[in-house]
């Protein structure tokens, strides 16, 4: 293969093009030929597929997408202060056909990775060379005694975006001011860490503005949470946290913030050691998580219900020529956010393009994510980190002292340009992601 380059060495190259994250793609595969079949048509996925089209066009690749359209869960919580659209969440696959990829609407039911084969909901059968597996994640109801799908239309986790996260705001605007707004969270590793504190702030936003006597009461399985600092210093400034009229309470681990069941009838949870009963308006549940399903079924996943893998190829420990990212992977220090997903599948395109094209040289990668917390009016905070993998596969570890968090203590403009940013990232992820 030609790069073209003459004073670097190729796999210079690519360790450099793979810092950069989502700017530069490694390799070029023109004359590669075979089948890779992509399940999950969300941020891994996308980014994956036209990640190896681009790179090696003569590859085929086909996208197996369950849903005719994607609801991003990434800046879902801005619908529930009314500051932003449902409609805005959502996207269509059409714009995927122009680079050559094969998108079909089914549900995969099935992976047999001993014959490199997907069986299809309607029983065809998709034979690969590689296959990447980015299906995101599944609820754990079974850990809150109580809860299921079936109770979740009346306390929802709103956790998987769409109609979900349209239920819970129908709810806040139904509910009588004064009334309260229960929200639990789950013990890590979840679906992006600083979002159920996102959700709280955006949902004080909504109630001082609309209900002004309501209150929420966040419940935590954890004693601390990302950006802790940074959230209280905006709840104090913004939504009295501390005091008798604060808008939010905060329950850790400690204080009975554990929720164990829920009675739907009485709209009331139960938790910690006491069995603690509260009550609320509205519930928003968001239980622990899991690999989603066909990543389950097909024996992806340990007992940890994550899937294992390689964590400098994310191809899976138990099955080759199988990769595993996004949320469903087990990815060490990486958080599961959309940033990482698109991260994690460039890589992953580098490493089946590099293989399929008969090169078979595997980069050592350097990951980045950086993921934005809108807290209130003109008010944002950040947070950053890179992350390198070794060349054995076993770590994926955060590089210590680069990344960060915003400043505690920013100034006006700072927190109102990291609004900014954070629609700015809104708007590129997604651009690149469905056009
Ligand atoms: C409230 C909230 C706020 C968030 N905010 C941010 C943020 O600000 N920044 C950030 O970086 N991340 C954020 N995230 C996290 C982000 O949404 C996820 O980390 C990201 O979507 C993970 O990408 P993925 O490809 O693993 O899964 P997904 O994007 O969920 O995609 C999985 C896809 O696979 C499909 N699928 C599943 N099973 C099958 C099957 N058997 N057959 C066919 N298709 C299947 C699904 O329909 C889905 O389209 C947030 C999440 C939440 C809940």
Redesign the pocket.
């Known amino acids: 293969m030609e790069l073209g380059m003459s004073n670097v060495t190729r796999r210079q190259f690519l360790q450099w093009t793979a810092a950069v994250g989502t700017t530069g793609f490694p390799l070029t595969g023109r004359g590669s030929s075979g089948r890779v079949v992509v399940?999950?048509?969300?941020?891994?996925?996308?980014?994956a597929a036209k990640s190896i089209k681009k790179a090696a066009p003569s590859l085929n690749v086909i996208l197996?997408?369950?849903?005719k359209h994607?609801?991003?869960?990434?800046?879902?919580?801005e619908v529930l202060a009314h500051s932003r659209s449902l409609e805005s969440l959502r996207f269509t696959y059409d714009g995927l056909w122009k680079y050559g990829i094969t998108v079909v609407n089914?549900?995969?039911?099935a992976i047999d990775a001993a014959v490199h084969k997907v069986i299809?909901?309607g029983g065809a059968v998709l034979e690969y060379d590689r296959l990447i597996v980015?299906?995101?994640?599944d609820l754990r109801y079974d850990v809150i005694v109580g809860y299921n799908r079936r109770v979740a239309e009346k306390l929802p986790h709103?956790?998987?975006?769409g109609d979900q996260?349209g239920l819970l705001r129908t709810q806040l605007e139904a509910m009588q001011d004064g009334g309260t707004v229960l929200i639990a969270a789950p013990k890590n590793p979840f679906?992006?860490p600083?979002?159920?504190y996102?959700?709280a702030s955006q949902i004080a936003w909504y109630l001082q503005r609309y209900k002004p006597k309501s209150k929420i009461i966040l419940l935590d399985a954890k004693e601390i949470f990302s950006q802790q600092a940074l959230f209280m210093e905006a709840w104090r400034a913004l939504y009295g946290f501390g005091t008798q009229n604060s808008l939010i309470d905060w329950h850790p681990a400690s204080e009975e913030g554990t929720v164990t069941r829920v009675d739907p009838d009485a709209m009331a949870v139960y938790s910690g050691e006491l069995d603690t009963v509260t009550k609320g308006a509205v519930i928003n549940l968001?239980p622990p998580q899991m690999a989603?399903?066909?990543?389950r079924t097909s024996g992806l996943t340990d007992d940890t219900y994550w899937c294992p893998v390689n964590k400098t190829t994310f191809e899976s420990t138990k099955a080759k020529d199988v990769h595993i990212?996004?949320?469903?992977?087990n990815a060490q220090d990486m958080?599961?956010?959309?940033?990482?997903?698109?991260s994690q599948?460039q890589c992953v395109a580098a490493v089946v393009v590099s293989a399929m094209s008969g090169v078979g040289e595997i980069p050592l990668f350097t990951h980045l994510?950086?993921?934005?917390?809108i807290l209130g009016q003109d008010w944002a905070i950040s947070t950053v980190g890179v992350y390198r993998s070794n060349s054995t596969g076993t770590i994926l570890q955060s590089v210590e002292g680069s990344g960060g968090t915003s400043s505690p203590g920013a100034g006006a403009t700072q927190r109102k340009h990291a609004v900014e940013y954070?629609h700015s990232?809104?708007q590129n992820?997604t651009h690149a992601l469905f056009t």
Not at 64 to 67: A, D, T
Not at 292 to 295: F, L, R
Not at 369 to 373: E, G, L, Q, R, T
Request: glycine share 12%.
């Open positions: 399940i999950g048509g969300g941020v891994g996925g996308i980014t197996v997408e369950q849903k994607y609801s991003a869960c990434f800046m879902s919580n089914q549900s995969a039911v299809l909901e980015s299906p995101g994640i709103a956790w998987t975006s996260i679906r992006c600083s979002a159920p996102e959700r968001i989603g399903m066909i990543a990212l996004g949320d469903a992977c958080p599961k956010s959309a940033y990482s997903a698109a599948a994510n950086a993921c934005y917390s954070a990232w809104y992820i």
